[in-house]
């Protein structure tokens, strides 16, 4: 694992900022949009923002072609099957618990890295997964750890759980591609290409996600200016620039340290929504916020 330097901590703190404005804008459009339905548009229009960018990586079909296994992989994992699960999330659980399963990446990131490419934790790992933890759930606590006791679990928080595990595998697959994705064999595309081609066979299983709901539950979309807004946002800010950001942190410092800034995404919402609700921040964000840190640095030091 490397050392953190001032690019790829800003790099890894980008994500979890925008993901958590994500999640309010998310938890704002239920009821005008359904979730699958969102999570369709969202990558939909993402795709047509990138298109001009990326659009050089469609000129070879048979580069595609002869990896489609892997970039059907990452696409489902990371556009489909995540971004599905977390806006269907929303909705039938509520944010607290979201966040608590959430808070459970670092864990996954760690137990796919030993079991599956031989990386396993150290001390200092383990020990900056329990200071991040522990900020996440002061954050849950509002500062008042009796909460906790009164956390309350349903049948849709597997959704969260399930969308947690995928990212990390997602993650993981960009940090160990298979052979055909690393070096000279790696076709030349560009950051923009390679995640254009993400958003394209994501959208094959994000559609048809949304077809299924439309069909069983003919929820339909209530168009307003906010909603164009919000669209607008998830398109352009959790989508592509945290895409990028997190591809080239994860590249850099390895998907384990990845995780808990990560983490970093509860603290960040916390925020946003007192700041939507004009509530002051509280003393808890700050020291979540601390504890979180340092759990980056305690992981990140040799």
Known sequence: MSRVDARTAILMTLPPLLWAGNAVVGRLTVGSVPPLMLNCLRWALAALILMPLGWKALRDPRAIAVRWKYLLAIGLLGVGSYNSLQYLALVTTTPINVTLIAASLPVW?????????????????????????????????????STLARVHFVAGDLYVLVAIIAWAFYSWLLARPPESMRGAQRPDWDWAGFLLIQMLFGLAGSSVAAGAEAAITHASIHWSPWVVLALLYVAI??????????????????????????????????????????????????????????????????
């Open 237 to 302: 800010g959790p989508s592509i620039i945290a895409y990028r950001c997190w591809g080239l942190g994860v590249t850099q410092a390895g998907p384990a340290l990845a995780s808990f800034f990560g983490n970093l995404t509860p603290v960040f919402a916390a925020v946003m929504s007192a700041a939507a609700l004009h509530e002051a921040p509280q003393w808890f964000h700050g020291a979540a916020f601390a504890l979180i840190v340092g759990g980056i640095v305690v992981s990140s030091r040799r």
């Open 109 to 145: 990131m760690l137990a796919i890295g030993a079991l599956l490419h031989d990386e396993h934790p150290t001390r200092r790992q383990i020990a900056g997964a329990f200071l991040s933890l522990a900020g996440v759930l002061l954050v849950i606590a509002r500062g008042d750890l």
